[in-house]
């Protein structure tokens, strides 16, 4: 099979990242080591310029036929004034939406060329290589009910509703379990079974999913607050960490402190398995689109090309292609290679192209 990769760049530095990806395909692909398609469409402020609307019915029908999506990253102030349900954002919810992309796994790699970066001391987190796997689609951001009413003294009472079912939680089990049969073969999970009745299940049913499936992975459980402490303590104890949504949002921006820049940290979201066996998936730097840097040449593509290395791992199988990609980028690090985010003292910058280009020659 050959399979389809659709690239959405988006906005701002978006497209000047995803510039540096598709010198990294078409070198792979040199290479003969890349037997997939690429093919490109709009999303976001750029759709909205053409279409009116940040992401075609056109484009939905591609990502949905597409194997893999790359998307580079939406928004900006020329689109500020659009009204709420077409604003560019709303194009990446709805696709994420629409693919029912229900895990999202975030690395927190922290590279040896710029552990003194780190929030933490540089043998806490010299190698770390964590990889986190929110839920995504449930919990407490979609519960019901979610309101806020007014109590008769006129003051006021908000709710936020947290929800998991046996099947939701079972999905996003059996995604960190996977995972980790093809890293060090540990899983810890994440909540607060001691509080909370969706820790309760959650418990029971991670524990439940590896006792049938995976006895050879091994699993230890970890109240949230607790591990929001070791991740700063002791976070190479940790290799995949699996969690709700809620304290997945937290806890991954914990890890993402420990490892520098915004502009290093890739991420995919994962769906259901699709009739043709592959997973529906979106790869996407963990930033934004970087108004205050885009068009200056500033920006630094390695979440992307990061995100691409996932892309290759997790949706095609390449696993080769992607130790490539990445072992370039440990070793343009190792070799000085510094956009403006990640510079040292007495380094001197490069910029987004010449990045890519040190990868490309590593
Ligand atoms: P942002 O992630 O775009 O930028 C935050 C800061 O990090 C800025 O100072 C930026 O220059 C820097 N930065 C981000 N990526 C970088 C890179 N690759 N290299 C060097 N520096 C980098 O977040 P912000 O400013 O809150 O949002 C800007 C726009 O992006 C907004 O319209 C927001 O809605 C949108 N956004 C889109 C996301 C997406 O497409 N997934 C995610 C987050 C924000
Ligand atoms: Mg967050």
Redesign the pocket.
């Known amino acids: 099979t050959t399979y389809k990769l659709l690239l959405l760049p988006?906005?701002?530095?978006?497209p000047e990242?995803m510039a540096e990806v598709e010198k990294v395909v078409g070198w792979l692909k040199r290479a003969g080591l890349a037997d997939f398609e690429t093919e490109r469409d709009l999303v976001?402020g750029a759709a909205i310029d053409v279409h009116g609307k940040p992401l075609a019915d056109e484009t939905l029908a591609r990502a949905d036929a597409a194997d893999a999506i790359l998307?580079?990253?939406?928004?900006?102030?020329k689109?500020?004034g659009v009204a709420y349900d077409i604003r560019?954002?709303a194009g990446?919810l709805r696709l994420r939406k629409d693919l029912g992309l229900f895990a999202n796994l975030r690395p927190a790699i922290c590279y040896p060329a710029l552990a003194d970066a780190s929030a933490l001391k540089r043998e806490l987190v010299e190698g770390l290589d964590i990889m986190i796997v929110r839920e995504l689609t449930g919990g407490v951001y979609f519960g019901e009910p979610k309101e806020i009413t007014t109590l008769e003294d006129g003051s006021k009472r908000a709710v936020d509703t947290q929800v998991y079912t046996t099947a939701e939680i079972e999905r996003i089990a059996h995604v960190a379990f996977d995972l980790a049969r093809k890293r060090s073969g540990r899983v810890a999970s994440a909540e607060k079974n001691n509080v909370m009745k969706t820790g309760v299940l959650w418990k029971d049913v991670v524990t439940k999913v590896h006792a049938e499936h995976y006895a050879e992975v091994e699993l230890e459980h970890v109240l949230a607050d607790n591990c929001a402490m070791q991740l700063v303590r002791r976070p190479k104890q940790f290799d995949v960490l699996v969690t709700d949504n809620l304290f997945g949002d937290v806890l991954s921006d914990v890890a993402a402190m420990l490892t520098g820049?915004?502009?290093?940290l890739p991420s995919a979201s994962l769906g259901a398995t699709d009739a043709r066996g592959t997973r529906k998936a979106l790869y996407?730097?963990?930033?934004?689109?970087?108004?205050?840097?885009a068009g200056k040449g500033?920006?630094?593509?390695?979440?992307?090309i990061g995100s691409l290395a996932m892309c290759l791992r997790y949706s095609f199988g390449l696993g080769e292609a992607a130790d490539l990609v990445e072992g370039a980028i440990t070793r343009a690090l190792a070799a000085g290679a510094r956009?403006?985010?990640?510079v040292g003292e007495g380094q001197t910058p490069i910029s987004?192209a010449e990045m890519g280009d040190a990868i490309l020659r590593e």
């Open positions: 988006g906005d701002g530095i978006g990242v976001g998307l580079g990253a939406v928004g900006g102030p689109w500020n560019p954002e990446l820049s915004l502009g290093m996407e730097p963990v930033h934004g689109s970087a108004p205050d840097i500033f920006a630094n593509p390695i979440a992307m956009t403006r985010d990640i987004t």
